[in-house]
T-cell receptor, first 112, second 113 residues
């Protein structure tokens, strides 16, 4: 079973629309990371959340970690074509330190 | 600061051959992790090295091995290549795991024919 479940698997939105991607863990999250990947390239670090209830923003992207620290959401406001790519959540310490887990990813396509 | 670098960027090999991939971490980072990314399995953890020691490994056969040098540079080796080993191999560096942000290299695209 997947330690981290991401939804939706893919998303197509019209430019200017808002969207949300979710990442759910069956275990308490000690550190939750969001990355973005352009096809076939490396991952770009977006932000990291550690405390329950924490919320961070970078430009038009906001991520939250829920109070119980088992779910995170990534929200993009007024999406642009430059937001297109694969968004991955990742976590460590899920009962196995020094090992890092990734969700299956959400493929985002933004139509101009 | 220079980012994580990986060489080579692209590789084509045939079944049965072996391959060595290299990763240079960000200066000051002592942890290097390797991942395999395929369309079917997504991103899977291979192993993590810290101070020249493998601290953890994922569920991959023994054909996949690695090492880390005293300057934190790391190499990954795959012996007796199989078609299913075709993938994007990513390395990431951090000060340490868990708890520190990992920064990724651009990856090595391995194609096995």
């Amino acid at each position: 079973s997947q330690e981290l479940e991401q939804s939706p698997q893919s998303l197509i939105v019209q430019e200017g629309k808002n969207l949300t991607i979710n990442c759910t863990s069956s275990k308490t999250l000690y550190g939750l990371y969001w990355y973005k990947q352009k096809y076939g390239e490396g991952l770009i670090f977006l932000m990291m959340l550690q405390k329950g209830g924490e919320e961070k923003s970078h430009e038009k992207i906001t991520a939250k970690l829920d109070e119980k620290k088992q779910q995170s959401s990534l929200h993009i406001t007024a999406s642009q074509p430059s937001h297109a790519g694969i968004y991955l959540c990742g976590a460590d310490g899920l009962g196995n330190f020094n090992k890092f887990y990734f969700g299956s990813g959400t493929k985002l396509n933004v139509k101009p | 600061k220079a980012g994580v670098t990986q060489t080579p960027r692209y590789l084509i090999k045939t079944r049965g051959q072996q391959v060595t991939l290299s990763c240079s971490p960000i200066s000051g980072h002592r942890s290097v992790s390797w991942y395999q990314q395929t369309p079917g399995q997504g991103l899977q953890f291979l192993f993590e090295y810290f101070s020249e020691t493998q601290r953890n490994k994922g569920n991959f056969p023994g054909r996949f091995s690695g090492r880390q040098f005293s300057n934190s540079r790391s190499e990954m080796n795959v012996s007796t290549l199989e078609l299913g080993d075709s993938a994007l191999y990513l390395c990431a560096s951090s000060f340490s795991l868990p708890g520190d942000t990992q920064y990724f290299g651009p990856g090595t695209r391995l194609t096995v024919l």
